[in-house]
């Protein structure tokens, strides 16, 4: 079993910026947060789900969605056990629940296990 | 980009119903599509991995199917608590993409 919390959320201007943390919480067996690859994904109010971003084991490799790309930066601190989602210019239509998500290997494997959720709202 | 489409949704059901949900890729993703079933308020939860494999815990009751562009979710006996809302997810290639996802509901 894998327990994420994510931090950061919270109400944002439109246009400032904001950072996401992740973290894997309390007993977890067998996971070691170095070894996987990491997910943001996304979720507007009453909305499907929605991919964000990815970051390899290591944090050499990155990817992004469209409607983030040149806005956000995913990254990671494994030493900290900690991922990162910094949200830059932030628009209206940014707001949703955001998730960290554990991919099942160390880039593009599928994701396995997911945090509770963190509600980031834009809104002036 | 690959795009994933879903259906039926919503979907009606009864308490024992077999209830089946469709997921179809725009390109051939071979088996590289996981279901996940998520309730309001709470985070996704993986039910099927590579297509077909039940993941540890999920009661046997699911079961998914396909490959390459065409793949099914089968819940055999309906229960209450499987009330919820299910995406499908294809990682074959960069960006991953979800399913618009089914929402179940009772009759």
């Known amino acids: 079993q894998v327990n994420l919390v994510e931090s950061g959320g919270g109400v944002v201007q439109p246009g400032r910026s904001g950072r996401l943390s992740c973290t894997p919480s309390g007993f977890t067996s067998g996971f070691s947060f170095s070894n996987h690859g990491m997910h943001w994904v996304r979720q507007a109010p009453g909305k499907g789900l929605e991919w964000v971003a990815v970051?390899?084991?290591?944090?050499?490799?990155?990817y992004y969605a469209e409607s983030v790309k040149g806005r956000f930066t995913i990254s990671r601190d494994n030493s900290k056990n900690t991922l990162f989602l910094q949200m830059n210019n932030l628009r209206v239509e940014d707001t949703a629940v955001y998730y960290c998500?554990?991919?099942?290997?160390?880039?593009?494997?599928?994701?396995?296990?997911w945090g509770q959720g963190t509600l980031v709202t834009v809104s002036s | 980009d690959i795009q994933m489409t879903q259906s039926p949704s919503p979907l009606s059901a009864s308490v024992g119903d077999r209830v089946t949900i469709t997921c179809q890729a725009s390109?051939?993703?071979?088996?590289?599509l996981n279901w996940y079933q998520q309730t309001p308020g709470k985070a996704p939860k993986l039910l099927i991995f590579d297509a077909s494999n039940l993941e540890s815990g999920v009661p046997s009751r699911f079961s998914g199917s396909g490959s390459g562009t065409d793949f099914t979710l089968t819940i055999s006996n309906l229960q209450p608590e499987d009330i919820a809302t299910y995406y499908c997810h294809q990682y074959a290639n960069l960006p991953p993409a979800f399913g618009p996802g089914t929402r179940v509901d009772f009759k």
């Open positions: 390109q051939d993703i071979s088996n590289s």
């Open positions: 970051i390899s084991y290591d944090g050499s490799k990155t």
């Open positions: 998500a554990k991919d099942f290997h160390t880039y593009k494997g599928g994701i396995d296990y």
